[in-house]
């Protein structure tokens, strides 16, 4: 099984004057995915202010495109994406998990800032019940209405959809890896409006089995789409 066979189409979403990220993303889809062109689409970023506001607009810019190719699966990607294993591996785990839920989830989580997990039977691989930060993920068809309702009430709230999306996945099926395959990449960030590195996630957290007695501290939002760990790398695992 391959699960990129499976999803229709891979969105990444870019700002028209970061054309470098354009063409790592390009390199990454084409070389470490070995997608025909027909499957990616560029997605033209919205800038705004502030920058979780034009985050959050051009996640659901990505989101209608799907809606209206119709897709079944699709794949929505921020363009600082990248692997943090070799690809065999990357896909060999993805496919694990893909394999073990036989397709059915709301969301895959390629790279996430995990707070809460829930651990399932391939290694690695995890029921979210809480976390950030969303530069990657698959999205099931049944899912797409309910997630444009989701970006929308971000909107609406003018709160980070990356904040808003919590509330739901303890009750929905989301799901993600960790350890971390893949990342944002270091570099510039249009949002922040500095350098950023978000190298923790290639770090083995110490996975605690119990659930604290406290519940998890709120996170520190330091931008629209990437919130700092709260657990400074020390992720729950039920």
Known sequence: MNWVSKVDI???INLEDR???DAEMKQVLREQFALPSGKIHRINAIRDFPGSIGCTKSHLK???FAIEAKAQYACLLE???MLTVDPKTFHKKVNQGWEELKGEFDVMFLTMTPIQLEAQNTPGFHRVLQALAMPALVVHHRYFTKLKAIYETALRKKDPHDMVTQQYQRYDHWYGFYPALARQRPGFSDIEGRNVDYG????DAVMLKD???LPPPTPTYTGPCQVSNPWMGKIIVQ
Not at 200 to 203: K, N
């Open 62 to 64: 990505a989101l209608q």
């Open 79 to 81: 363009d600082d994406f």
């Open 10 to 12: 891979f969105l990444y």
């Open 200 to 203: 923790y996630l290639d770090v």
């Open 19 to 21: 054309p470098e990220r």
């Open 211 to 213: 659930k604290p007695t």
